[in-house]
């Protein structure tokens, strides 16, 4: 099994968010310069986080997102299904040999793998952190802006002294 890069990037949103030490809001901006995740990728993150009711959004100007719920009830496997929609294993289709056997089994596969997967909360990783002797600080990303800017950049000329026009130097 393989998580998609929007649920091990929400697993990183939601450690920052976790790690916010007064609980106050984080906006995407803030998001994004502290993770080196788009600031256009954490919205939509954030969007799916939200309707699956683990995080909120509080509006206005000191606004930005909270966790919804403490980390010791947040666990991997409702991360997973609030991105992916749950563990989605191989089709088999019921009309293959032995297709309803198949189905059994990966269905099986599945609910036991999301019942581990449920018995694992953000407190837990945290705690797994500490016990490896690996520092609780996040790091924050390196300083070089690796988001490329969005849309198109103007040009413009420098404002100051005036060019010259038509060859001839500007006379003051």
């Known amino acids: 099994m393989r998580i998609s890069s929007m649920a091990f ?19 995407a901006s803030e998001l994004a310069d502290n993770s ?9 993150i954030m969007r799916n986080l939200q309707i699956s009711g683990l995080v909120r959004s509080i509006r206005g100007i000191a606004g930005g997102f909270v966790l919804n719920r403490a980390p010791q009830e947040i666990s ?8 992916e929609g749950g563990i989605n294993l191989p089709e088999v289709k019921e009309n293959f040999f032995a297709g309803e056997a198949v189905l059994k ?4 596969a599945s609910n036991r793998i999301l019942r581990d997967l449920r018995a694992i909360t953000l407190m837990d990783v945290f705690d797994q ?3 490896e002797g690996q520092s609780e600080e996040i790091p924050k990303p390196p300083t070089k802006d690796l988001r490329r800017p969005l849309g ?9 002294k ?3 026009f038509h060859n001839r130097p500007y006379q003051e």
Not at 152 to 160: A, E, T, Y
Request: hydrophobic residues 40%.
């Open 162 to 164: 005036r060019q010259t």
């Open 129 to 131: 952190i500490k016990k």
């Open 76 to 83: 991997l496997s409702d991360i997973i299904v609030a991105l």
């Open 9 to 27: 990037h929400a697993l990183q949103l939601l450690f920052r968010l976790a790690h916010q030490n007064d609980a106050s809001p984080m906006s």
């Open 152 to 160: 198109r950049i103007r040009c413009r000329r420098p404002r100051g």
């Open 105 to 108: 089994v990966w269905s099986e």
């Open 36 to 44: 080196a995740i788009s600031e256009h990728f954490i919205q939509k």
